[in-house]
């Protein structure tokens, strides 16, 4: 397999300091709405999230963002998972939007932080009650023999909780990530990619910089 045959050419749109918004949050919201309406895009919410566990090996995985606001951006999960254990150990962490058919990405770092149980419980009970059952089922990133084991246990969830409200459980919710650094990367004629880097000062005001691509 020949793969350094695999390219193309990235025409689509420029990005230019002019047209950025001065709040990295507000760019972030027009661009997700964009993605949103794309209909070459079926995930929209879907971002890389990157942590780094007490002994400094990296983990990556695809999670789904479900609000966002100027406090940060929020997921839910397992916390006993495998992200969860990286978190409790390092709270600085990267989440990465690759909306590839506009030749756009999002790379966002900053720290994050478990969000109030009260906020957690309504988002669980909103969800299918499928999915209910199943984070209840599920004891994350843990080892299991086989997917008709797994399948026995949420089988038996629901059948124990017929008629009845799904406990939310106990080691699961939400996380926020609050932003220090968005960068905004736009495919480029020529490989010559358009990348605009927002940081914060220590007055708490963003700045923006180009960045060479």
């Excluded at 495998?82 to 150990?89: E, P, Y």
């Excluded at 690759?98 to 669980?124: H, M, N, T």
């Excluded at 926020?176 to 000062?201: A, C, M, S, T, V």
Aim: no cysteine; net charge negative; proline share 5%.
């Amino acid at each position: 397999m020949k793969l350094h045959d695999e390219r193309r050419d990235y025409e689509r749109a420029q990005l230019t300091r002019s047209i950025l918004e001065t709040d990295p949050f507000k760019q972030f919201e027009s661009w997700f709405a964009a993605a949103k309406e794309a209909t070459a895009l079926p995930d929209p919410t879907a971002f890389t999230l990157a942590t780094v566990s007490a002994t400094g090996q990296p983990h990556q995985r695809v999670v789904l963002l479900k609000d966002f606001d100027t406090s940060g951006f929020i997921f839910y999960t397992n916390y006993d998972s495998q992200k969860g254990q990286d978190i409790a150990a390092n709270p600085l962490v990267s989440m990465h939007f690759a909306w590839l058919p506009l030749e756009q990405q999002v790379r966002i770092e900053g720290r994050i932080e478990k969000i109030d149980r009260a906020a957690s419980e309504a988002y669980f009970h909103s969800r299918p009650r499928s999915s209910q059952i199943g984070a209840l089922a599920s004891q994350q990133s843990q080892v299991i023999g086989s997917r008709s084991e797994l399948e026995g246990v949420y089988h038996d969830l629901t059948e124990r909780y017929e008629g009845e409200e799904v406990p939310m459980p106990e080691n699961w919710g939400g996380y926020r990530i609050k932003p220090d650094y968005f960068e905004f990367w736009q495919g480029g004629k020529y490989r010559l990619h358009d990348r605009f880097g927002y940081h914060k000062n220590t007055a708490g005001t963003w700045f923006i910089e180009r960045l060479q691509p």
